[in-house]
T-cell receptor
Framework: NAGVTQTPKFQVLKTGQSMTLQCAQDMNHEYMSWYRQDPGMGLRLIHY???????DQGEVPNGYNVSRSTTEDFPLRLLSAAPSQTSVYFC????????????????FGPGTRLLVL | AQKITQTQPGMFVQEKEAVTLDCTYD???????LFWYKQPSSGEMIFLIYQGSYDQQNATEGRYSLNFQKARKSANLVISASQLGDSAMYFCAMREVYGTSYGKLTFGQGTILTVHP
């Protein structure tokens, strides 16, 4: 198993450009999520999905879109990049729906470092 | 109010000694889970240990143990016999069953641990 994979590893954008951060997992996990990590703020939840076709907003969803057409993939779209979106983005997944098994840990991808100029 | 507080921005420890990383949390949810993650300089998030709110005993995983004091709402990570490879950022996180976002992990600000030879 490759686990959770993310592409690209690093990206530089200009303000106003759009892009898609890719996330895939090969563990047949139902739950997937996107976090952003900023200095001094830990990780904050952007969007999450409890299965194919079902997504919802997290703590900081503005400026981001997601979709979940398959169990494996959960791309994150930046519609019009802003300097405030400069961050490290992590995708995570877990096998059971968290409400049923609060102890189920989430497995994180390696992260995508995004710089918006 | 912060849900997860890590009051130690940085900690130093001598190799082979034990170190405690502090974490306090705030929740009114009767069912929740507490997690510790390690983030080395390479950037990935590595799951270390889990403690459930109803667990009677403190969790242990090899050299890691979690000092869970429910009444004080603290979940400190203890690393015994520190190794140079333990130098990293450490995050405390909580998942609430009835939280604002389904399955959301709420992270603290992190503690940078440096192990000296």
């Amino acid at each position: 198993n490759a686990g959770v994979t993310q592409t690209p590893k690093f990206q530089v954008l200009k303000t106003g450009q759009s892009m898609t951060l890719q996330c895939a997992q090969d563990m047949n996990h139902e739950y997937m999520s996107w976090y952003r990590q900023d200095p001094g703020m830990g990780l904050r939840l952007i969007h999450y999905s409890v299965g194919a076709g079902i997504t919802d907003q997290g703590e900081v969803p503005n400026g981001y879109n997601v979709s979940r057409s398959t169990t494996e993939d959960f791309p994150l779209r930046l519609l019009s990049a802003a300097p405030s979106q400069t961050s490290v983005y992590f995708c995570a997944s877990s096998s059971t729906l968290p409400g049923l098994a609060v102890q189920e840990t989430q497995y994180f991808g390696p992260g995508t470092r995004l710089l918006v100029l | 109010a912060q849900k997860i507080t890590q009051t130690q921005p940085g900690m130093f420890v001598q190799e082979k000694e034990a170190v405690t990383l502090d974490c306090t949390y705030d929740t009114s949810d009767p069912s929740y889970g507490l997690f510790w993650y390690k983030q080395p300089s390479s950037g990935e998030m590595i799951f270390l240990i889990y403690q459930g709110s109803y667990d009677q005993q403190n969790a242990t995983e090899g050299r890691y143990s979690l000092n869970f004091q429910k009444a004080r709402k603290s979940a400190n990570l203890v690393i015994s016999a520190s190794q140079l490879g333990d130098s990293a950022m450490y995050f405390c996180a909580m998942r609430e069953v009835y939280g604002t976002s389904y399955g959301k992990l709420t992270f603290g600000q992190g503690t940078i641990l440096t192990v000296h030879p």
